[in-house]
């Protein structure tokens, strides 16, 4: 039964690893205004319509617009609190664990999944506002749909520091927005994901996870 519960958490794994990087790969070619008629972008629609579809219908108004990137953090949510789970209940068949023990680990793998998630956001956001940053300095076009979208992702983070800031030549909003993420990121989320960690270690669970996680 242990086996089982193992090789159901790797296939779920790999699945949602696979599609994960659909997802990307979707993303990435929207930003071109491709061909609806080629293959392969018909293939990525079939695949993803779905979910963003759906998303776009239980978010609350502006987040809407984000459906396809918060579909990708739902993914790598569920790629880590998934396997976990099934490793826990294989665990726990096998008799390694305790009833009593089985809702810890799976809240930590729960907690390790939002925190995991919370921290690849926040990378993501500091990348943006630091190319946004340098975009700045070469006064690009809006109507780029690249820099469009890197402007419509940070401009609530960028904008309330802006109105604080005295006019100055070069904008340093993305770089002070950049810095508040970087300490949230160090001192929030890292205790997060330490004490996600302190509730999972100890039952042979981590080993399995992705190795990014698990550095």
Same mark, same amino acid.
């Given at each position: 039964?242990?086996?089982?519960? #193992?090789?159901?958490? *790797?296939?779920?794994?790999?699945? &949602?690893?696979? +599609?994960?990087?659909?997802?990307?790969?979707?993303?990435?070619?929207?930003? *071109?205004?491709?061909?609806?008629?080629?293959?392969? *972008?018909?293939?990525?629609?079939?695949?993803?319509?779905?979910?963003?579809?759906? &998303?776009? #219908?239980?978010?609350?108004?502006?987040?809407?617009?984000? /459906?396809? +990137?918060?579909?990708?953090?739902?993914?790598?949510?569920?790629?880590?609190?998934?396997?976990?789970?099934?490793?826990?209940?294989?665990?726990?068949? %096998?008799?390694?664990?305790?009833?009593?023990?089985?809702?810890?680990? =799976? %809240?930590?793998?729960?907690?390790?999944?939002?925190?995991?998630?919370?921290?690849?956001?926040?990378?993501?956001?500091?990348?943006?506002?630091?190319?946004?940053?340098?975009?700045?300095?070469?006064?690009?076009?809006? $109507?780029?749909?690249?820099?469009?979208? *890197?402007?419509?992702?940070?401009?609530?983070?960028?904008?309330?520091?802006?109105?604080?800031?005295?006019?100055?030549?070069?904008?340093?909003?993305?770089?002070?927005?950049? @810095? =508040?993420?970087?300490?949230?990121?160090?001192?929030?989320? !890292?205790?997060?994901? !330490?004490?996600?960690?302190?509730?999972?270690?100890?039952? @042979?669970?981590?080993? /399995? &996870?992705?190795?990014?996680? $698990?550095?």
């Amino acid at each position: 039964m242990e086996s089982t519960f #193992e090789f159901l958490a *790797v296939l779920t794994q790999w699945a &949602l690893t696979l +599609y994960g990087w659909i997802i990307i790969i979707a993303i990435l070619i929207s930003w *071109v205004n491709p061909d609806p008629g080629n293959p392969i *972008v018909r293939f990525l629609h079939r695949m993803t319509d779905p979910l963003w579809n759906y &998303l776009r #219908e239980i978010l609350p108004g502006s987040l809407t617009l984000f /459906a396809a +990137y918060i579909s990708l953090l739902l993914v790598m949510f569920l790629e880590i609190f998934l396997p976990g789970v099934l490793r826990t209940m294989g665990d726990f068949s %096998a008799g390694a664990l305790s009833l009593g023990q089985t809702p810890t680990i =799976v %809240a930590g793998f729960f907690l390790l999944g939002i925190a995991v998630v919370a921290r690849s956001l926040l990378y993501f956001l500091i990348i943006l506002l630091l190319i946004w940053f340098f975009l700045t300095l070469i006064n690009p076009s809006i $109507n780029n749909p690249i820099v469009r979208t *890197v402007y419509i992702l940070v401009d609530p983070f960028i904008t309330p520091i802006q109105r604080r800031l005295p006019r100055q030549k070069i904008d340093l909003s993305p770089l002070l927005a950049a @810095g =508040v993420f970087l300490l949230l990121n160090q001192l929030l989320l !890292g205790k997060l994901i !330490g004490y996600a960690f302190a509730l999972t270690r100890g039952h @042979g669970l981590l080993s /399995a &996870l992705p190795p990014l996680i $698990n550095s």
